[in-house]
């Protein structure tokens, strides 16, 4: 298959393949989610490289992929929306049929899960506030220019960087200076202002990979906090795209063997490589990571 990248003056053409990733790319690459997973603990990444983590399906994952796809309706839905009033109404029509949907699109993680669930996690999705502080960022900025920025030109596409030994799926790519840029979905809290470091990298890690295949280096990216409706769009200087090379040059020697030292953090308790972590030991030149 092949998709195009529209951009006001270019085109970019680049081969997707969407059979499992363990099948497209050999072990050798380094994902994307690898560089999330080391932004977190370091010991994740080689724990995932050795086994699949147990993924804990709690209702705040399950809130987190309600939210995630909520984010991707975000344009459609302020394109019709006169203001908040409005705004919130077509958000809470639009959640009950993704309440639906979801099953349908993550059927396989949720097979624990009733659909009789959905009503209490619909309730602690707060649509007000969401709708608040996007109407607020479009009065701003003005709608036009909000929604060209936020406009998927591809959802979730997988690309792969034999240079970076980089692949992995971007959440959207959007057309920023009339360039492909990445834009990052995150449901977790939004810092006061900016985005937090580790999303910084995790941007840059994500504008290195496009840069290969479009034939462009996305100089700018986008962070929504999807949870908060918070748009952020940021600059991609070179100190990011440096510290993201640095953590996939690392990532790359953790999967070699080398063992991370362990750091106790607030993640740890509901880490599915928990009782793995712990009786695991440390190496001395695990504190070089």
Same mark, same amino acid.
């Given at each position: 298959?092949v998709?195009?990248?529209?951009s006001k003056?270019?085109l970019?053409?680049?081969?997707?393949?969407?059979?499992?990733?363990?099948e497209?790319f050999p072990?050798?690459?380094?994902?994307?989610s690898?560089?999330?997973?080391?932004?977190?603990?370091?010991r994740?990444v080689?724990? +995932?490289s050795?086994?699949e983590?147990?993924?804990d399906?709690?209702?705040?994952?399950?809130?987190?992929l309600?939210?995630r796809?909520f984010?991707?309706k975000?344009?459609?839905?302020?394109?019709?929306?006169?203001?908040?009033?409005e705004?919130?109404s077509?958000?809470?029509?639009r959640?009950q049929e993704?309440a639906q949907e979801?099953?349908?699109?993550h059927g396989?993680?949720?097979?624990l899960? +009733?659909e009789?669930?959905?009503?209490?996690i619909?309730?602690?999705v707060?649509?007000e506030?969401?709708?608040?502080?996007?109407?607020?960022?479009?009065?701003?900025?003005?709608?036009?220019?909000?929604?060209?920025?936020?406009?998927e030109?591809e959802t979730e596409?997988?690309?792969?960087s034999?240079?970076?030994?980089?692949?992995?799926?971007?959440?959207?790519?959007?057309?920023?200076?009339e360039?492909p840029?990445p834009?990052?979905?995150?449901t977790?809290?939004?810092?006061?202002?900016?985005?937090?470091?580790?999303?910084r990298?995790?941007?840059?890690?994500?504008?290195?990979?496009?840069?290969?295949?479009?034939g462009?280096?996305?100089?700018?990216?986008?962070?929504?906090?999807?949870?908060?409706g918070?748009i952020?769009?940021v600059r991609i200087?070179?100190t990011?795209?440096?510290?993201a090379?640095?953590?996939?040059?690392?990532?790359?020697k953790i999967?070699?063997g080398?063992m991370?030292e362990?750091?106790?953090?607030?993640?740890?308790e509901?880490?599915?490589f928990r009782?793995?972590?712990?009786?695991?030991p440390?190496?001395?030149?695990?504190?070089?990571?």
């Amino acid at each position: 298959m092949v998709v195009r990248l529209l951009s006001k003056e270019s085109l970019y053409d680049f081969s997707l393949d969407y059979r499992p990733m363990s099948e497209i790319f050999p072990f050798r690459y380094t994902k994307l989610s690898d560089v999330v997973n080391y932004l977190r603990c370091p010991r994740k990444v080689y724990f +995932s490289s050795k086994t699949e983590e147990k993924q804990d399906i709690s209702e705040a994952y399950l809130k987190h992929l309600l939210i995630r796809e909520f984010a991707h309706k975000y344009p459609e839905l302020l394109q019709d929306a006169a203001d908040k009033i409005e705004l919130v109404s077509a958000m809470r029509d639009r959640l009950q049929e993704l309440a639906q949907e979801l099953f349908q699109i993550h059927g396989p993680e949720l097979e624990l899960f +009733s659909e009789a669930q959905m009503p209490g996690i619909l309730r602690e999705v707060p649509v007000e506030n969401i709708a608040s502080n996007l109407m607020a960022y479009v009065n701003e900025h003005g709608k036009k220019k909000v929604l060209k920025e936020i406009s998927e030109i591809e959802t979730e596409p997988i690309i792969v960087s034999k240079k970076l030994n980089l692949t992995g799926q971007i959440p959207a790519i959007v057309c920023l200076g009339e360039k492909p840029s990445p834009m990052l979905i995150k449901t977790g809290k939004a810092p006061e202002n900016g985005i937090w470091k580790n999303d910084r990298i995790h941007l840059a890690a994500s504008a290195l990979l496009m840069g290969e295949h479009t034939g462009t280096h996305p100089t700018e990216g986008i962070v929504q906090y999807a949870a908060f409706g918070s748009i952020r769009k940021v600059r991609i200087h070179s100190t990011d795209r440096r510290n993201a090379i640095n953590v996939i040059k690392k990532i790359e020697k953790i999967k070699m063997g080398t063992m991370p030292e362990r750091k106790e953090n607030p993640l740890c308790e509901s880490c599915g490589f928990r009782e793995s972590c712990i009786s695991e030991p440390t190496s001395l030149l695990s504190r070089l990571f």
